[in-house]
């Protein structure tokens, strides 16, 4: 197609309302008012689209013809390419403001903030993109890099081992919020499973407060020893290991919160820390230690003391703890165990494990759970907390010769 047919002295004398061609889709167009401006014009799947490129007249932002016919040089390559002159202009892109990071992790939580349950949550989300966040707050979320997520963890790896993994799950959260939205693109660079698994080590042991936790790539081994003790105390302390519930809970267990058809334990508010009912999704391990104590059952306790109607005491838990080779760690510390795991091996959703132990974690997953399909999710969730309890890996035989 014929390009160049304007001049600019030409184009002075066009006076009249209209558009004028100066080839191959740049026109200048021409109002009533005398104002002229350049359009560039070309057809994409049969729809004519066109894109303005600037005025004509004076003024410190004029386009001259032959900038004009730059610009229509770069839309043709564009078109040509299969691009889209409106988004993909040089000249678009940079007027477009950049969203950072941190720009992202404050719109996120101005969004979620009326679902989170108490100011602690709302408090830590800000502390996270305020404070751990803010070396990375100013990167164009499009362009966050592993070597960033990396750079805000690396410090908190080994010193603060639960502040990374919530600043590094709340990272991962604010990333696949942005890619939700358009904002960017491709992997998540916060990913633990198949990612920063690769480059950061596992934790081998977390420690929150005085509850030390066994690893729990080691909990499958340990369970190999203590079902080898035998007793009431070691199948109390399977099963809460299990269930991920609290010591207490497990120790308190009555016949009358127990479906075994259902598979289902249900325990009441009075017994619960949150104080609202919980229910837990059985595992077919969990419902055989069940069986075997209903067998033997003496009141309407699961797993009875010595005394008459009173539950095993914590110290019972903790010797069989002991007996099994694990004495350096804690019973609370399997409900860290069980909650790294669901973090770095599985894909389940933070909020289903969370609420697997029994965690306030707002009002939106708090009504899915009163529904009943979170206790669904966490059934399979539970189901594969069991299998991976039931195997042993090689490395960890011997632990097992340890323990014995």
Not at 88 to 115: H, P, Q
Not at 166 to 175: A, D, N, T, W
Not at 269 to 284: F, Q, T
Not at 334 to 346: C, I, K, N, P, V
């Amino acid at each position: 197609m014929a390009r160049h047919k304007l001049t600019d002295s030409k184009i002075r004398t066009l006076t009249v309302a209209g558009i004028y061609g100066d080839g191959d889709g740049l026109y200048l167009r021409v109002q009533p008012t005398g104002r002229r401006s350049w359009v560039f014009i070309w057809k994409r799947f049969g729809a004519r689209r066109e894109i303005g490129l600037g005025s004509y007249d004076a003024g410190t932002r004029r386009v001259t013809l032959a900038t004009a016919r730059a610009k229509a040089d770069e839309a043709r390559e564009i078109v040509g390419a299969g691009g889209d002159p409106k988004t993909d202009m040089a000249e678009r892109k940079a007027a477009v403001a950049v969203v950072t990071f941190g720009k992202v992790a404050d719109e996120y939580i101005e969004t979620m903030k009326s679902k989170w349950r108490g100011r602690a949550t709302l408090a830590g989300w800000q502390r996270f993109a305020t404070s751990y966040a803010n070396s990375i707050r100013k990167i164009p979320v499009d362009k966050l890099t592993t070597e960033d997520v990396v750079r805000v963890l690396r410090p908190l790896w080994h010193e603060k081992i639960e502040t990374a993994t919530k600043v590094r799950e709340r990272m991962k959260i604010v990333l696949d919020h942005a890619k939700a939205r358009g904002l960017r693109s491709g992997d998540n660079p916060a990913e633990w499973r198949g990612h920063l698994d690769q480059i950061l080590p596992t934790h081998s042991k977390l420690s929150r407060g005085h509850h030390a936790a066994m690893p729990y790539s080691d909990v499958a081994a340990f369970l190999v020893s203590l079902r080898a003790i035998g007793g009431v105390g070691a199948k109390a302390l399977e099963f809460t290991i299990l269930t991920a519930v609290r010591s207490g809970e497990a120790r308190g267990a009555t016949w009358a919160e127990i479906d075994l058809e259902a598979k289902v334990w249900t325990i009441p508010p009075e017994r619960m820390k949150s104080e609202k009912e919980h229910r837990v999704p059985l595992s077919d391990r969990a419902v055989t230690i069940l069986r075997e104590m209903e067998a033997v059952a003496v009141n309407a306790l699961v797993f009875p003391g010595q005394r008459d109607k009173r539950p095993l005491s914590d110290m019972t838990l903790s010797k069989a703890l002991e007996t099994a080779g694990a004495g350096e760690y804690t019973v609370h510390g399997f409900r860290s165990s069980f909650r790294d795991w669901a973090a770095e091996e599985t894909n389940f959703q933070r909020e289903v494990a969370e609420a697997a132990l029994s965690h306030a974690v707002g009002d939106a997953v708090e009504r899915a759970y009163r529904r009943g399909d979170a206790l669904e999710k966490r059934r399979r969730l539970m189901a594969a907390w069991a299998s991976y309890c039931a195997t042993v890996r090689p490395a960890n035989v011997v632990a097992i010769a340890r323990a014995s």
